[in-house]
């Protein structure tokens, strides 16, 4: 499975874009890449999801440069309620011929710090 | 409002005692997560299952540990006997996945937070 290297914390301000970079650098050639926001108590909750070039939805958007090796999350204009921790995880498509694959292991993820 | 919903929410037991915590996937989805998430170790993939069957245990410690899906609704983690380091926060997620295809979403439940005196 790819290893994920994403910076420990970040701190930002409200209306600011942040952007969380992770490093991917053996990224295998049927590996996804899907990023997962937590609340302190809750379970981690799917942001998006790409493969390459860039993705974009209602919260985020995710860009991927030709080599795959890295990956960027961009949050618009971020509020207090962003304040969570980050993950990037690589390697989620299956494996057709054992059933498995889809293995979501999560790194250490990146501690977001939002204030006024 | 699918959800996936883990009971109990909270559990204390002392140790030795057998702990047996529950999840109820979501309806029609076919893959399964335990993990396990504690201050030290962050979210550590305990098992998984894909129509019930038992994909990848290997981060689960064996001779305590076992996880089963006695059908499609529900998924269990026992524990026995319990032991204070098992202490954590556990959680149980499910996805659907077709072919071989991504996951492009897992859903997670509120977790069952465990103490082990």
């Known amino acids: 499975l790819a290893k994920t290297t994403q910076p420990i914390s970040m701190d930002s301000y409200e209306g600011q874009e942040v952007n969380i970079t992770c490093s991917h650098n053996?990224?295998?050639?049927?590996?996804?890449i899907t990023w997962y926001q937590q609340f302190p108590s809750q379970g981690p909750r799917f942001i998006i999801q790409?493969?390459?070039t860039k993705v974009t939805n209602e919260v985020a958007s995710l860009f991927i440069p030709a080599d795959r090796k890295s990956s960027t999350l961009s949050l618009p204009r971020v509020s207090l309620s962003d304040t969570a921790v980050y993950y990037c995880?690589?390697?989620?498509?299956?494996?057709?011929?054992?059933?498995?694959?889809?293995?979501?292991?999560f790194g250490t993820g990146t501690q977001l710090k939002v204030e006024l | 409002d699918a959800r996936v919903t883990q009971t109990p929410r909270d559990k204390v037991t002392e140790m030795g005692q057998e702990v047996t915590m529950r999840c109820q996937p979501i309806?029609?989805?076919?893959?399964v997560f335990w993990y396990r998430q504690t201050m030290m170790q962050g979210l550590e993939l305990l098992a998984y299952?894909?129509?019930?069957?038992?994909?990848?245990d290997s981060g689960m410690p064996k001779d305590r540990f076992s996880a089963e899906m006695p059908d499609a609704t529900l998924a269990t983690l026992k524990i026995q006997p319990s032991e204070p380091r098992d202490s954590a926060v556990y959680f149980c997620?499910?996805?659907?996945?077709?072919?071989?295809?991504?996951?492009?979403?897992?859903?997670f439940g509120q977790g069952t937070r465990l103490t082990v005196v």
């Open positions: 053996n990224i295998a050639t049927n590996d996804y």
């Open positions: 997620a499910s996805g659907l996945v077709l072919g071989a295809e991504a996951l492009t979403e897992a859903f």
């Open positions: 299952f894909r129509n019930r069957a038992p994909l990848d």
């Open positions: 790409g493969y390459k």
């Open positions: 995880l690589v390697g989620q498509t299956a494996d057709i011929i054992t059933g498995g694959g889809n293995k979501l292991t």
């Open positions: 309806l029609g989805h076919n893959t």
